[in-house]
Nanobody, 122 residues
């Protein structure tokens, strides 16, 4: 079994910073792409940032220059450093990973974390 567990969410004032973590655990053979999505009330889930196994990244235009995605492949962990936070960044943040579990199957599967709340408010 494979699971993703996020941590690091919370309440922060506008202009502040938070660092989210996403740890993958279980019977993992390899992890391909990973990413962060967010969903605000009444909105669809949207991609915030993504990172390949080789470290290539892409970001939503709304967070470019403020958020940084990274990963530690040795620890099967991904991070999202969020700076200069704005009220419109308030949402539940979900981590995502495309993982090949250990075993004979060569297939990869999509896994999601349970979500962590980020609230930006004064």
């Amino acid at each position: 079994q494979v699971q993703l567990v996020e941590s690091g969410g919370g309440l922060v004032q506008p202009g502040g910073s938070l660092r989210l973590s996403c740890a993958a655990s279980g019977s993992i053979f390899s992890i391909n792409a990973m990413g962060w999505y967010r969903q605000a009330p009444g909105n669809e889930r949207e991609l915030v940032a993504a990172i390949t196994s080789g470290g290539s990244t892409n970001y939503a235009d709304s967070v470019k220059g403020r958020f940084t995605i990274s990963r530690d492949n040795a620890k099967n962990t991904m991070y999202l450093q969020m700076n200069s936070l704005k009220p419109e960044d308030t949402a539940v943040y979900y981590c995502y990973a495309r993982i090949r579990p250990r075993g004979y199957s060569p297939y990869e599967y999509d896994y999601w974390g349970q979500g962590t709340q980020v609230t930006v408010s004064s």
